[in-house]
C-alpha cells in the first residue's frame, strides 16, 4: 500500500497573538487531518512573550477548536537554553519536560515533538544519555495520557543529530515507546536522512517535512531544494510508515501542491 493512502496530512502552525479560528478552519479546508502547534521562535529558541500555549484561556481555545473543526493535534516543545534536557541539572530537566507534556495533554495533543538540546565535545554522549534519562523519568505520565514522545533529530552541534547519536540514545533508553521525529530536513543537511529512515524504521513515530539546499535549514516546499524524494518515499513505503507526514515550511503552498510528491493530488 502507498504510504499516501496510510498518513495523516498535517501542518505546522506558528500563531502569534491573532484570532485563532480561521487558522483551524483553513486546515480543515484544505484537506488536513492534523495540526502542530509549535509557538513562534527567534533564532531558534522560544519567544516567551508570544507563547499562547502558557495561558490557560488559549489552550481551552485551542482544545474547543480543535474538536469542533475535527481535527487532531501534535505539540511541538519550546526550545532553547530553559529546555537542554542533556544540559540542565536533572531535576530541572526533568521538571520542564514535565511542563512540556503538561501542554501537550492541555491542548489534546496526542504526539508531542522535542529537541533533546544541545551538548558538544567529549560530554556529547553522556548528555545523549542523561536526556534520554529525561525522558524516561516523564514517559509514564505522557504514557498515561496518551502523549507519544519524539525525539526529533536536528542538526550542527545539537545533540541528536546523526544515526550514531540516535544509536547512543535508543540503546540507553530501554523501551519502545520512547519514538522519532524524523525531520527530512535536519537530516538532509547531516547527510544522514535515508540511514535515519533505514536504521530506525520501528521508532518512526512523526515526520517534519520540508526541503533544503544542503547548506541551511531553509524550510522549503519538497521539490525546492536537493532531497531525493522518490527515494525517501521509498524508504517510509519500505519502512511501513503510517504516522502523520507533517509540513513544516517557511513558503506557502496547497495541500494538493503538496500531496503532488506522493501522487496523491485529485485536485
Given at each position: 500500500?502507498?504510504?499516501?493512502?496510510?498518513?495523516?496530512?498535517?501542518?505546522?502552525?506558528?500563531?502569534?497573538?491573532?484570532?485563532?479560528?480561521?487558522?483551524?478552519?483553513?486546515?480543515?479546508?484544505?484537506?488536513?487531518?492534523?495540526?502542530?502547534?509549535?509557538?513562534?521562535?527567534?533564532?531558534?529558541?522560544?519567544?516567551?512573550?508570544?507563547?499562547?500555549?502558557?495561558?490557560?484561556?488559549?489552550?481551552?481555545?485551542?482544545?474547543?477548536?480543535?474538536?469542533?473543526?475535527?481535527?487532531?493535534?501534535?505539540?511541538?516543545a519550546p526550545q532553547g537554553d530553559l529546555w537542554d534536557f542533556g544540559v540542565l541539572p536533572p531535576q530541572?530537566?526533568?521538571?520542564?519536560?514535565?511542563?512540556?507534556?503538561?501542554?501537550?495533554?492541555?491542548?489534546?495533543?496526542?504526539?508531542?515533538?522535542?529537541?533533546?538540546?544541545?551538548?558538544?565535545?567529549?560530554?556529547?554522549?553522556?548528555?545523549?544519555?542523561?536526556?534520554?534519562?529525561?525522558?524516561?523519568?516523564?514517559?509514564?505520565?505522557?504514557?498515561?495520557?496518551?502523549?507519544?514522545?519524539?525525539?526529533?533529530?536536528?542538526?550542527?552541534?545539537?545533540?541528536?543529530?546523526?544515526?550514531?547519536?540516535?544509536?547512543?540514545?535508543?540503546?540507553?533508553?530501554?523501551?519502545?515507546?520512547?519514538?522519532?521525529?524524523?525531520?527530512?530536513?535536519?537530516?538532509?543537511?547531516?547527510?544522514?536522512?535515508?540511514?535515519?529512515?533505514?536504521?530506525?524504521?520501528?521508532?518512526?513515530?512523526?515526520?517534519?517535512?520540508?526541503?533544503?539546499?544542503?547548506?541551511?535549514?531553509?524550510?522549503?516546499?519538497?521539490?525546492r531544494g536537493i532531497i531525493d524524494w522518490e527515494r525517501l518515499i521509498e524508504d517510509l513505503d519500505r519502512a511501513n510508515y503510517s504516522g502523520p507526514l507533517n509540513f513544516e515550511l517557511r513558503?506557502?503552498?496547497?495541500?494538493?501542491?503538496?500531496?503532488?510528491?506522493?501522487?496523491?493530488?485529485?485536485?
Amino acid at each position: 500500500m502507498c504510504i499516501s493512502n496510510r498518513v495523516i496530512w498535517s501542518k505546522q502552525i506558528k500563531p502569534l497573538p491573532q484570532p485563532l479560528e480561521p487558522l483551524f478552519e483553513s486546515a480543515v479546508a484544505e484537506g488536513y487531518g492534523m495540526v502542530e502547534w509549535r509557538s513562534p521562535t527567534k533564532s531558534g529558541t522560544t519567544v516567551p512573550e508570544t507563547d499562547l500555549i502558557s495561558r490557560s484561556d488559549a489552550t481551552a481555545e485551542i482544545r474547543r477548536l480543535s474538536e469542533s473543526c475535527q481535527i487532531d493535534m501534535a505539540y511541538h516543545a519550546p526550545q532553547g537554553d530553559l529546555w537542554d534536557f542533556g544540559v540542565l541539572p536533572p531535576q530541572t530537566a526533568v521538571d520542564r519536560l514535565h511542563e512540556c507534556v503538561n501542554r501537550a495533554v492541555s491542548v489534546g495533543a496526542t504526539y508531542m515533538t522535542f529537541h533533546l538540546g544541545i551538548t558538544v565535545g567529549d560530554g556529547r554522549e553522556d548528555g545523549i544519555r542523561q536526556g534520554g534519562d529525561v525522558v524516561m523519568s516523564v514517559l509514564p505520565e505522557s504514557e498515561k495520557a496518551g502523549v507519544c514522545l519524539c525525539v526529533e533529530n536536528v542538526f550542527d552541534n545539537c545533540s541528536v543529530a546523526t544515526v550514531d547519536d540516535c544509536d547512543v540514545l535508543f540503546q540507553h533508553i530501554d523501551t519502545s515507546l520512547v519514538k522519532l521525529t524524523l525531520d527530512t530536513g535536519h537530516g538532509n543537511l547531516c547527510g544522514c536522512l535515508h540511514e535515519l529512515v533505514g536504521s530506525f524504521s520501528d521508532r518512526l513515530a512523526f515526520a517534519h517535512i520540508h526541503d533544503n539546499n544542503g547548506l541551511k535549514d531553509q524550510h522549503f516546499v519538497p521539490g525546492r531544494g536537493i532531497i531525493d524524494w522518490e527515494r525517501l518515499i521509498e524508504d517510509l513505503d519500505r519502512a511501513n510508515y503510517s504516522g502523520p507526514l507533517n509540513f513544516e515550511l517557511r513558503e506557502e503552498a496547497t495541500l494538493c501542491e503538496l500531496k503532488k510528491h506522493w501522487h496523491n493530488c485529485n485536485g
